[in-house]
């Protein structure tokens, strides 16, 4: 009986088309962010029926404008149970993507019912657009113009096209359920995520995924980037009746340790690409050591001055070649590294002897470290390179000062525990290798909670650099003792960097915390003798 035409025209006549609300969930907070409407035909005689037994329908006749009315209605009188800044979201059909009263069809509704139209997301699929944008173009002009924000829905199916993005004004971008499926277990549709994350943040609009079933697939989409989530795991479409239960509910459970207020949670906001880069960006910037990130085909992807100055080549001649096209001959010796960094072995220290740059110089001596880098589908990228000039063998013997250098080179390699800071001096951030140095509770990491565990002598000056760096945005470099679980106290030596906006204000500290206590133990002996 589903699909029959007259059955369609006897349930608008009896009013038996209603709205569901299916949450959206902001992905970092896991607090709801509205719902999205779904239509469904509720007979007295049957059990639910699904949109795609009848929006065809409802569209080939056109019904579509009468079910549009009667369903946004009963959604929009919800305003009620929302709270604000809650949000409704509603679907248009292709086929009145056609009809220039569209716009004021919607507001009439709205205002009928009471509903504020910046508060509703009209959803479009690109279909719609498919030889139809002049259209498309008028209607969604006037749909902003009356304070809605629109959704490109189903993004990355049937008639994807970039340039429907740039031509309309889009706020918002949905990623296709089909993606998100497979996308914890098939590599292209993960990958096909990431760049749909990435294109919409880098065209400043909100990502949100459609059909999120599992923390998994909802771990993987926080750590690429995305903004909002929709699916079973935060809840099926609901009816009005249900509303106020979900809008009364806490937080989505599994990411309320996510929750800002938890400085662990920030790490994962930093996490957001434009942020990761930027924090990226100051290491290599203030790295003792030549850096360098290497794509699965060695390609140079970053690299920063010291690496290429030690290559003898600009930061630019590297970037998008392979180590085998810039050093031809050399080459060898470092592939089988490269090859075990690929199979996901770290290896740190290993000796490179290297000619100089410089025609006639002698031989250079490198320490270098390879770190696979995994995506967040535990699969090897690329390999992080990190080389050290060592002196040369036999000054090195000689000189006591240059070997230590060495050693210090070596350890900030391997031991360093990176820290974030915001422009007042608060930690938002703190590896999680911070608890293997210092026997404070990561609770107590937050915003000056370290100050706590340092040694009497130690708080007034470090807290003078501190101000003194917070307020000059001069390079943070102190050394403290701490002590340690077994009540020993420990030498550590935090040092950092601030990033600023091009306005000039600081927004982060960037740095990190490396043990210096044999160091400082080998200075003390010196001294004494
Ligand atoms: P859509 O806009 O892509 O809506 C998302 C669909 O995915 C909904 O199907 C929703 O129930 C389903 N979904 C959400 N989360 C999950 C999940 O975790 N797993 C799975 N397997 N499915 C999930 P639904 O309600 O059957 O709607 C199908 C389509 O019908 C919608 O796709 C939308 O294009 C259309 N539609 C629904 N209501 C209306 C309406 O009032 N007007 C118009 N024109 N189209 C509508
Ligand atoms: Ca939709
Ligand atoms: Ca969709």
Redesign the pocket.
């Known amino acids: 009986m589903v699909g029959e035409l007259s059955d369609l025209h006897a349930a608008l006549e009896a009013d038996e088309l209603v709205?569901?609300f299916?949450p959206l969930v902001e992905l970092h907070t896991g607090r709801l962010c509205g719902f999205?409407?779904?239509?469904?035909w509720q007979s007295p005689s049957r059990e639910l029926i699904?949109?795609?037994n009848f929006?065809a329908l409802a569209?080939a006749n056109g019904l579509?404008g009468h079910?549009?009315q009667q369903?946004?209605s009963k959604a929009f009188a919800a305003i009620a149970l929302l709270p604000h800044p809650l949000i409704l979201a509603?679907?248009?059909?292709p086929t009145?993507l056609h009809h220039l009263t569209l716009p004021s069809q919607i507001r009439n509704i709205a205002e009928a019912a009471g509903f504020p139209l910046n508060r509703l997301t009209v959803?479009i699929?690109e279909s719609a657009l498919f030889n139809n944008l002049d259209r498309a173009l008028v209607i969604a002009t006037d749909l902003k113009a009356l304070g809605c924000r629109l959704a490109l829905?189903?993004f990355g199916t049937g008639y994807s096209s970039l340039s429907h993005l740039q031509k309309l004004p889009f706020d918002e971008l949905?990623i296709?359920?089909s993606f998100i499926?497979k996308m914890t277990s098939v590599r292209s549709s993960r990958k096909i995520v990431a760049a749909i994350v990435g294109l919409g943040h880098s065209m400043d609009l909100i990502t949100i995924a459609?059909?999120?079933?599992t923390e998994e697939q909802a771990d993987m989409l926080l750590w690429l980037g995305c903004d909002q989530g929709?699916?079973?795991?935060y809840g099926?479409?609901a009816r009005i009746e249900d509303v106020p239960l979900i809008v009364a509910a806490p937080p989505h459970p599994r990411l309320m340790g996510l929750t800002p207020g938890d400085g662990w949670a920030v790490s994962s906001l930093e996490a957001l690409p434009t942020q990761r880069l930027a924090q990226l960006q100051a290491i290599y910037d203030g790295a003792p050591v030549g850096l360098s990130f290497l794509d699965r085909k060695f390609r140079y992807v970053s690299l920063n001055k010291r690496l290429a100055d030690m290559n003898g080549a600009s930061v630019a001649e590297h970037l998008g070649r392979t180590v085998k096209e810039m050093y031809p001959k050399w080459f060898s010796v470092y592939e089988p590294y490269l090859l075990r960094a690929l199979k996901g072995e770290s290896m740190t220290g290993v000796e490179v002897i290297r000619p100089s740059p410089i025609p006639g110089e002698p031989d250079i001596t490198t320490q270098v470290s390879y770190q696979p880098a995994w995506d967040e589908g535990d699969e090897v990228i690329g390999v992080s390179v990190a080389v050290v000039m060592a002196v040369d063998k036999d000054r090195a013997e000689e000189s006591l000062q240059e070997s230590d250098d060495r050693q210090r080179y070596l350890s900030e390699l391997n031991h360093r525990v990176p820290w974030i800071m915001d422009e007042n001096g608060n930690t938002v951030h703190m590896s999680a290798h911070w608890t293997s140095l210092h026997p404070l509770n990561k609770n107590y990491v937050r915003n000056l909670g370290w100050l706590e565990a340092l040694h009497a002598e130690d708080i007034e000056p470090t807290m003078k650099m501190m101000r003194d760096a917070l307020s000059s945005g001069n390079p943070i470099d102190l050394e403290y003792r701490v002590k340690t679980l077994d009540g020993d106290w420990k030498w550590l030596r935090s040092r950092g960097n601030p990033r600023f906006k091009p306005s000039g204000e600081i927004i982060r500290w960037y740095g990190s915390v490396e043990d210096i206590d044999e160091r400082k133990q080998r200075e003390e002996a010196i001294a004494k003798n």
């Open positions: 709205p569901c299916q999205e409407v779904l239509t469904r699904l949109p795609e929006i569209e579509i079910l549009m369903v946004f509603v679907n248009i059909s009145q959803e699929t829905d189903d949905k296709d359920r499926d459609e059909g999120i079933e929709q699916g079973w795991l099926k479409p």
